[in-house]
């Protein structure tokens, strides 16, 4: 395994996991934005306001894209499990 071959292995794996997570940070984020506008709108400058919201936002999105977020896990798994095979 030279230099070339780790730093094309860790971009993958900095890849997959920005791909896993993307939904669950979509989630929060879109949650947040309308939050934040609600507040805005009504004056309502509550902190605690935000949490749960979010929470069930991230969790419903864990739910829905947990077979996607596992397809690209595995793929970097046997990816990964492949270059041990083959030496690197």
């Not at 896993?20 to 805005?40: C, D, E, K, N, Y």
């Not at 009504?42 to 947990?66: D, H, R, S």
Request: hydrophobic share 60%; charged share 10%; no cysteine.
């Amino acid at each position: 395994m030279n230099e070339a071959d780790a730093l094309q292995l860790v971009q993958q794996a900095i890849w997959a996991i920005i791909v896993a997570s993307a939904p669950a940070v979509t989630a929060a984020m879109v949650v947040g934005i309308a939050i934040a506008l609600l507040q805005a709108l009504t004056q309502v400058q509550e902190v605690t306001l935000t949490f749960v919201p979010k929470i069930m936002a991230i969790m419903l999105a864990l739910l829905l894209g947990a077979t996607f977020m596992g397809a690209q896990l595995g793929s970097l798994t046997t990816t990964i499990f492949d270059s041990i095979e083959r030496g690197f």
